[in-house]
């Protein structure tokens, strides 16, 4: 009891510590006044020209190693960079609140919590899939986890050799032959497709029937606000456990890239 | 078994980062003989020199007031850069990242946790050649011109080492660059010399590249129909892909770490001149970058048209279409040296390319007792003649290890260990 308090009170010290560090952080980029360093002069043109005329422009896609068709690419380069302000100004600083307050093993066992959650929306896929050892593995790890792995906090199923499989909606929907449909990048949740994007709604279902009857078996009496910290810790949780960040890839093609990369991870997992 | 479980109870004792456990006597020696394999795959897990402690990282970042920044380059205006300091007087390391890497690029972060636990404070830049430095910060706009690339860093330096003396005393000061930027600390310690700002205690050249013209020159010689036998480029990465592709099917991954990347290198089947197709792949598309963020800076109408704003809704596809053909010879001719005549930079081509070599400085190199090599005999950016030049100007200076290609053995103990000491 008493380490609790202590750990509390740390906790606590450690998040108004953060908070402050969070609202400290604009002040931090100083200024230079360097008049010689404004980049004024930009009346060079080079000599020669490699501009991409039309016919390069309209072939682009195909002509490249890393093209993806993109029919709504406003809209997508609308969301990417929404996606990137949002980043940086509320998903990250919560992310590095949550990482500030919780100390590495109580983060470990509410990522693997969520993840044992996740095996039922997977079991799920896995059957519609026709993939039965990864059903019955399925199975056995959420067994396994719920009980040894007290309420899956602990991953001991991997430990025994039971790897974790994941298999959502977008992917059954592939595997039944639905077409990935064009790129898309959703608000917040990044990049996606046509197919994946409704994957989400079935997998959205599973989860939230999941939740309420396991809300309703553990005698929630406060069932919105147990949905709110759900969803909350979902989301932080997930944030957390993506290193990705935007911008930070080195280069100015970085949405190219990360289109690329997407569609082609895609189309290994249903093929996986 | 055994060991899993006893790693997972170590798990929850120890996951508040203290991997402290170095490799004790018997550590194997480096396994990849192949320098290019050693280039792509680095060091093992099992083989990696473990800082004793880690700092806390900050991320800062500065601007310069009223630049003119494209409306593509919103997200890249600031210089960012990092610090990780003691918490009282120590000497300070500035690290210099190498061609196209950013600050908080994987070889920096490790870097910057070696070095501040042998009690340095560090500051980690982001190479002149990123796309950051070229919109924030560089002068001209344009990479690759080494004394204008260097004078950009040096300025930076200055600032950066105004704000760490705000916090904690500095005792002295040092600089360390690996690659291009190892090339870059050279060029720093003789500029240092003229100038005095820093006094330089030691330079520590990783791996550096010796001429920068001449190596970027190599890289685009192996995607020639003479190193691939005829066979296109984009055939050979795409054999990469696949192969990763099948690796990636048949297994479970979590993240792409340096254990995932040892399993990959024994899975991977591929000969040296296809190695060599990635490794030059990698730095195309680096200079790419690095061409296209200074075309757009400039608005010089090189692969975008001077008549063109890019906005934030345009592909830019088609742009990186086109500068997959450019080769940095291309680079140099079409566009870095117009714009040095442009300035008013004097001399002829030779001379200019000349000045971006570590020969232009050989006679400095020498005489300066301060500089410290730790490389590799068998780095695919050198040439026999590079080795030879290293191993002539800093004699005892330099440590080459016969293999480990460019930067392949970095994170390996006995690495790790030389840079420590060549240092110190």
């Known amino acids: ?272 | 078994m055994a060991k899993r479980f006893a790693a997972l109870l170590l798990f929850f004792s120890a996951m508040t980062f203290a991997p402290i456990c170095l490799a004790g006597d018997g550590v194997d020696p480096y396994p990849f003989t192949d320098p290019y394999k050693a280039t792509v795959f680095g060091t093992p897990p099992g083989m990696i020199y473990k800082p004793q402690k880690l700092g806390f990282v900050a991320n800062k970042s500065l601007s310069i007031k009223n630049r003119h920044i494209p409306e593509i380059f919103w997200y890249a205006e600031d210089l960012a850069y990092s610090m990780v300091l003691q918490k009282k007087s120590a000497p300070l390391l500035f690290l210099v990242a190498g061609t196209g890497a950013k600050y908080d690029s994987g070889k920096m972060r490790y870097l910057a946790q070696v070095f501040f636990s042998q009690g340095y404070h560090v500051v980690c830049l982001s190479s002149p050649t990123h796309f950051n430095f070229i919109v924030s910060a560089s002068k001209y706009a344009a990479a690759g011109y080494v004394p204008h690339d260097v004078e950009d860093l040096y300025r930076v330096m200055l600032w950066c080492k105004e704000v760490v003396e705000k916090r904690q005393p500095v005792e002295n000061i040092s600089v360390a660059g690996y690659s291009l930027g190892g090339l870059h600390a050279a060029f720093l310690a003789h500029l240092d010399s003229q100038r005095g700002d820093f006094n330089f205690r030691k330079a520590l050249l990783i791996n550096p590249a010796v001429d920068l013209y001449e190596s970027a020159l190599r890289f685009d010689t192996w995607m020639s129909p003479k190193n691939t036998g005829g066979e296109k480029p984009v055939e050979i990465i795409d054999r990469f892909f696949r192969q990763f592709a099948e690796f990636y099917k048949t297994r479970e991954l979590e993240k792409l770490d340096s254990e995932v990347l040892y399993q990959l290198s024994d899975y991977v089947k591929a000969t040296d001149s296809e190695y060599r197709v990635l490794i030059a792949t990698t730095f195309r598309i680096t200079a790419a970058s690095m061409i296209f963020t200074s075309d757009v800076c400039l608005n010089a109408g090189y692969v975008v048209p001077a008549d063109k704003a890019l906005t934030k809704y345009d592909p830019l596809l088609p742009y990186m279409n086109v500068l997959a053909q450019v080769r940095f010879e291309d680079y140099f001719n079409e566009y870095l040296y117009p714009y040095l005549q442009y300035l008013g930079v004097a001399g002829s081509k030779e001379e200019v390319i000349r000045r971006c070599s570590l020969k232009s400085i050989g006679g400095y190199l020498k005489s300066a007792g301060k500089i410290v090599v730790v490389g590799n005999e068998d780095d695919p950016i050198l040439s026999d003649g590079d080795v030879g030049f290293l191993k002539e100007t800093f004699g005892d200076r330099a440590t080459l290890f016969p293999h480990g290609g460019h930067c392949g053995n970095m994170q390996y103990v006995d690495f790790v260990e030389a840079m420590i000491k060549m240092i110190r």
């Not at chain 1, 993939?131 to 007290?150: C, D, H, M, P, W």
């Not at chain 1, 990048?185 to 279902?205: E, K, T």
Request: charged share 20%; with cysteine; net charge neutral.
């Open chain 1, 1 to 272: 009891m008493k380490s609790g308090n202590a750990i509390s009170t740390h906790s606590l010290a450690r998040l108004v510590c953060v908070l402050a560090f969070v609202m400290l952080l604009p002040a931090c980029a100083s200024r230079k006044i360097a008049p010689e360093l404004t980049l004024e002069d930009r009346q060079f043109r080079a000599p020669v020209s490699h501009a991409p005329s039309k016919k390069d422009i309209k072939k682009a896609v195909e002509d490249s190693y890393f093209g993806v068709d993109d029919p709504a690419n406003n809209f997508n380069r609308t969301m990417y960079s929404f996606n990137a302000h949002f980043d940086k100004y509320v998903f990250i600083p919560v992310v590095m609140t949550y990482e500030a307050v919780l100390i590495p093993p109580v983060r470990k066992g509410i990522s693997n919590g969520i993840d044992n959650l996740n095996e039922v929306p997977t079991f799920v896929n896995c059957v519609l899939q026709g993939k039965g050892k990864k059903a019955v593995v399925t199975v056995g790890r959420f067994l396994i986890n719920s009980t040894i792995g007290i309420l899956g906090l602990m991953d001991v199923a991997t430990e025994l050799g039971l790897p974790r499989h994941e298999e959502d909606f977008g992917q059954t929907l592939g595997v039944w032959g639905v077409d990935e449909g064009p790129y898309l990048v959703l608000p917040i949740l990044g990049p996606s497709s046509g197919r994946d994007a409704i994957g989400l709604v079935p997998d959205y279902f599973i989860t939230m029937y999941q939740m309420e009857a396991i809300y309703s078996a553990a005698d929630v009496n406060d069932k919105p606000t147990a949905r709110n910290v759900n969803t909350a810790t979902r989301g932080v949780n997930t944030r957390a456990n993506i290193p990705f960040r935007y911008y930070s890839t080195d280069t100015p093609f970085e949405y190219e890239f990360v289109r690329f990369l997407y569609t082609k991870k895609r189309e290994l997992d249903v093929q996986k």
